[in-house]
């Protein structure tokens, strides 16, 4: 990746959390981010560790009950936080779209496609669109999404299209408004595999074609590896690990990396690996100092008291953990 | 070995308003004492339903199940007693499958009171959290005082408290984040092992069957495509259908990418159970399909000493034609 390229979306240390009966969930703590025009990011980690979070934070569609402490979005340098609703619905129009893990739920149950699709279209266009414009369009992104028989799928309801079809779909949907930037959070996780496969491949060729961005949320290492250009690893609401996605793989530093890794069942056998003893920390009263520590095999007095800072360690490979402070100043 | 159960010709069938559906059409298979069998298809395969009907959940269209050497299917939905304390299951997903009104405690002495009278309550429920490596203060908890792992842990321990021989898992890890995964496997692997237990392992991951089954069944459209032991099944894949699941799995290392086959074009998506294409129920995906595939139905046969395969490139002729016949499509 051109490292002068500019960054199309710049997160700085966002502090979100969300206010709950027993008290606030500190979440997100100082989760910083970028992406490049064009780039292919992955943001990894378990499930509860603040990734949709964090999207939802960029795309500000959090629930009421979140609390933003702190930090700032930077879309193309415009503080997207800060924003009014009326600029960031014109940003959600023409730049930035988002796909959903769960294709079911993120179509409307009771309307059919041509609706749901024709209201997009209109919503993200500023002329009027006369209706044969509007069908036109239509087809044009179900095409792009590698749909066949696009009339057919117009006329279907939700129900009547495998999940693989609806996520194509939901592809086409969101290309409508994504020209730059797309957020994709775990788009082939509930599909099967080979249907995975198939809408990986899709996506990945649709956004180096349109040389649009595309942040990758997901748990799978494996799909990550196979996607994308750059690697954040989040845990429990916190950067651990950020590298290019070949060096990650060949030299994972923090012990969570590391951890996850060997946890994936290998294809080649060997035994299943014992995964990592504990579970993600609560978020009502989460560990001062690094957020691994209760997990962690390394843990030293120094991780308890304060969080570690990224370092880098390598080109462009950074990694927060106490482990590697000595001996490299 | 001997088989523990038989499974012979099974099929089950679901009259709906839309036509038949046929889940499980006409499938055979052997699982021998004390072996895991993998049985791995997409959504949709009909696995489940295999399952379901080894449990006794739905009495199967026509077809035998034998365990233990008796016809099992003839009880229908009415087990005896014996048998619903021999056969036990564990589901996908624990938060559904456990009753949340109910602690760890009262979940777990209901199958000690029916299936073993006589037991002290109390301490076979410390005894059974001992074993699936639950704390015993959890004893008094609610499911949602637990993590999704330890929810799984108290249905495998719930499973575990009729005393059984066999175990249907149902993707019993698939709801779980991969770093918990390894703790449930690993147990379930240990206790196999401590009580002679036999698994019949239903999932859609073939890594993870590759390191803990015995044996491994493709399942497609209701159907049985490909069976082998797991050593061989992985090194020598036969089916197009296996090819295509294998080099679609998104792998970490190098190894992995080395082992897995040739990239097979991935067309196309598994047809809804009403609309099952004739011949092979594969052929529309199938990028070394022809004529013959789309008419005939290719018989599951023996190829080499157990693995069995379910397709024309190899039951015409001898097995160098067929050979031959894969490599020009390549």
Same mark, same amino acid.
């Given at each position: 990746?051109?490292?002068?390229?500019?960054?199309?979306?710049? $997160?700085?240390?966002?502090?979100?959390? @969300?206010?709950? @009966?027993?008290?606030?969930?500190?979440?997100?703590?100082?989760?910083?981010?970028?992406?490049?025009?064009?780039?292919?990011?992955?943001?990894?980690?378990?499930?509860?560790?603040?990734?949709?979070?964090?999207?939802?934070?960029?795309?500000?569609?959090?629930?009421?009950?979140?609390?933003?402490?702190?930090?700032?979005?930077?879309?193309?340098?415009?503080?997207?936080? /800060?924003?009014?609703?009326k600029d960031v619905t014109s940003l959600r129009k023409h730049n930035l779209s988002m796909i959903f893990q769960d294709p079911s739920s993120a179509l409307n149950p009771v309307f059919k496609i041509r609706q749901q699709m024709y209201d997009i279209i209109k919503y993200s266009s500023d002329e009027r669109l006369t209706k044969e414009e509007i069908h036109e369009?239509?087809?044009?992104?179900?095409?792009?999404?590698?749909?066949?028989?696009?009339?057919?799928?117009?006329?279907?309801? !939700?129900?009547?299209?495998?999940?693989?079809? =609806?996520?194509?779909?939901?592809?086409?949907?969101?290309?409508?408004?994504?020209?730059?930037?797309?957020?994709?959070?775990?788009?082939?996780?509930?599909?099967?595999?080979?249907?995975?496969?198939?809408?990986?491949?899709?996506?990945?060729?649709?956004?180096?074609?349109?040389?649009?961005?595309?942040?990758?949320?997901?748990?799978?290492?494996? $799909?990550?590896?196979?996607?994308?250009?750059?690697?954040?690893?989040?845990?429990?609401?916190?950067?651990?690990?950020?590298?290019p996605t070949k060096s990650l793989f060949s030299n994972p530093l923090h012990p969570y990396t590391r951890m996850l890794m060997d946890s994936v069942p290998r294809l080649i056998g060997g035994g299943v690996p014992e995964g990592i003893p504990g579970v993600v920390p609560s978020y009502l009263d989460p560990p001062k100092g690094c957020r691994f520590i209760t997990?962690? +095999?390394?843990?030293?007095?120094?991780?308890?008291?304060?969080?570690?800072?990224?370092?880098?360690?390598?080109? %462009?490979?950074?990694?927060?953990?106490?482990?590697?402070?000595?001996?490299?100043? | 070995?001997?088989?523990?159960?038989?499974?012979?010709?099974?099929?089950?069938?679901? =009259? &709906?308003? /839309?036509?038949?559906?046929?889940?499980?059409?006409?499938?055979?298979?052997?699982?021998?004492? %004390?072996?895991?069998?993998?049985?791995?298809?997409?959504?949709?395969?009909?696995?489940?339903?295999?399952?379901?009907?080894?449990?006794?959940?739905?009495?199967?269209?026509? %077809?035998?199940?034998?365990?233990?050497?008796?016809?099992?299917? =003839?009880?229908?939905?009415?087990? !005896?007693?014996?048998?619903?304390?021999?056969?036990?299951?564990?589901?996908?997903?624990?938060?559904?499958?456990?009753?949340?009104?109910?602690?760890?405690?009262?979940?777990?002495?209901?199958?000690?009171?029916?299936h073993r009278p006589g037991a002290p309550v109390t301490k076979t429920i410390y005894d059974l959290m001992d074993i699936v490596d639950l704390p015993t203060e959890f004893i008094d908890r609610y499911p949602d005082e637990l993590g999704g792992g330890e929810k799984q842990l108290v249905a495998i321990a719930r499973a575990l408290a009729t005393e059984p021989t066999?175990?249907?898992?149902?993707?019993?890890?698939?709801?779980?984040?991969?770093?918990?995964?390894?703790?449930?496997?690993?147990?379930?692997?240990?206790?196999?092992?401590?009580?002679?237990?036999?698994?019949?392992?239903?999932?859609?991951?073939?890594?993870?069957?590759?390191?803990?089954?015995?044996?491994?069944?493709?399942?497609?459209?209701?159907?049985?495509?490909?069976?082998?032991?797991?050593?061989?099944?992985?090194?020598?894949?036969?089916?197009? @259908? &296996?090819?295509?699941?294998?080099?679609?799995?998104?792998?970490? &290392?190098?190894?992995?990418?080395?082992?897995?086959?040739?990239?097979?074009?991935?067309?196309?998506?598994?047809?809804?159970?009403?609309?099952?294409?004739?011949?092979?129920?594969?052929? !529309?995906?199938? +990028?070394?399909?022809?004529?013959?595939?789309?008419? $005939?139905?290719? !018989?599951?046969?023996?190829?080499? =000493?157990?693995?069995?395969?379910?397709?024309?490139?190899?039951?015409?002729?001898?097995?160098?034609?067929?050979?031959?016949?894969?490599?020009?499509?390549?």
């Open positions: 990746m051109d490292e002068g390229a500019e960054r199309i979306l710049e $997160v700085k240390n966002i502090m979100v959390g @969300y206010k709950v @009966y027993e008290g606030e969930l500190k979440v997100l703590r100082e989760v910083s981010f970028y992406v490049l025009k064009g780039e292919k990011v992955g943001i990894i980690g378990e499930s509860a560790c603040g990734k949709t979070t964090a999207m939802k934070t960029v795309m500000r569609i959090l629930p009421s009950n979140s609390i933003v402490w702190g930090g700032q979005v930077l879309y193309k340098g415009k503080n997207m936080l /800060a924003m009014s609703k369009r239509a087809i044009h992104y179900l095409k792009e999404a590698a749909l066949p028989e696009v009339e057919r799928i117009l006329d279907s309801y !939700p129900f009547q299209l495998s999940g693989g079809m =609806k996520q194509r779909v939901n592809i086409a949907m969101s290309l409508v408004s994504a020209r730059e930037l797309l957020i994709a959070d775990e788009p082939g996780t509930a599909l099967d595999v080979t249907i995975e496969d198939q809408i990986m491949r899709l996506l990945k060729t649709i956004v180096e074609r349109e040389h649009i961005s595309i942040i990758l949320i997901t748990h799978s290492l494996g $799909v990550v590896k196979g996607f994308v250009d750059r690697v954040y690893v989040m845990y429990a609401g916190t950067i651990v690990e950020v590298a997990r962690c +095999p390394f843990r030293m007095d120094v991780c308890g008291q304060s969080p570690p800072d990224l370092r880098e360690i390598d080109q %462009g490979h950074y990694v927060a953990c106490y482990l590697y402070n000595e001996g490299r100043s | 070995m001997s088989a523990l159960m038989e499974i012979s010709g099974l099929k089950k069938y679901f =009259k &709906t308003r /839309a036509g038949i559906v046929k889940a499980v059409d006409d499938i055979s298979f052997e699982i021998e004492e %004390g072996s895991i069998m993998g049985l791995v298809g997409e959504s949709g395969s009909g696995k489940t339903t295999v399952g379901n009907m080894i449990i006794g959940v739905y009495r199967p269209t026509s %077809g035998i199940i034998k365990y233990k050497g008796e016809d099992i299917s =003839k009880f229908g939905e009415k087990r !005896p007693k014996w048998l619903r304390k021999d056969i036990q299951m564990v589901f996908q997903n624990p938060a559904s499958s456990l009753n949340p009104k109910r602690t760890v405690r009262q979940s777990l002495a209901l199958p000690i009171s029916i066999f175990i249907v898992l149902d993707e019993p890890t698939s709801a779980l984040d991969v770093s918990i995964q390894g703790k449930i496997i690993n147990i379930l692997m240990k206790l196999r092992k401590e009580f002679g237990l036999s698994y019949l392992f239903i999932t859609h991951n073939l890594s993870l069957m590759s390191n803990v089954a015995d044996t491994v069944a493709i399942m497609y459209l209701g159907k049985i495509k490909e069976v082998a032991r797991t050593e061989e099944f992985f090194r020598q894949p036969l089916h197009p @259908y &296996t090819k295509l699941l294998l080099s679609s799995i998104p792998v970490i &290392t190098d190894d992995e990418e080395r082992l897995k086959p040739q990239k097979i074009p991935n067309i196309g998506e598994i047809s809804g159970a009403l609309h099952i294409p004739k011949g092979c129920s594969f052929h !529309p995906r199938c +990028p070394f399909a022809w004529e013959l595939c789309e008419d $005939v139905d290719p !018989p599951l046969l023996d190829l080499s =000493k157990g693995h069995l395969c379910s397709c024309h490139l190899y039951s015409s002729g001898s097995d160098s034609s067929a050979a031959q016949k894969s490599q020009v499509s390549e």
